[in-house]
């Protein structure tokens, strides 16, 4: 199966509302999540969630959403294509 784990953590995040949760829908710890969106913060360049009592993206993450969305989105098609 094709996927970035970086990009698969920052939309579980973005949609689960935590990373305990996001951590618990992809079966993975919670530090392995933080991880993974660490370093796509560093990759990046920018932070992409404002952590506190509430998670919220800050605007770069608002805009890397989108572009995650479509990287995973061709990422499923690639692998529905190969049966993957």
Avoid: H, W
């Amino acid at each position: 199966m094709l996927y970035d784990s970086k990009i698969r953590a920052f939309l579980a995040v973005t949609e689960e509302g935590s990373f305990t949760a996001a951590a618990r829908k992809l079966g993975v710890s919670q530090p392995a999540v933080s991880a993974q969106i660490s370093a796509l913060e560093e990759v990046l360049g920018c932070p992409l969630l404002v952590r506190g009592a509430a998670l919220q993206l800050t605007p770069a993450g608002e805009t890397f959403r989108d572009y995650a969305r479509r990287i995973q989105q061709a990422y499923d098609l690639a692998n529905q294509a190969f049966g993957l």
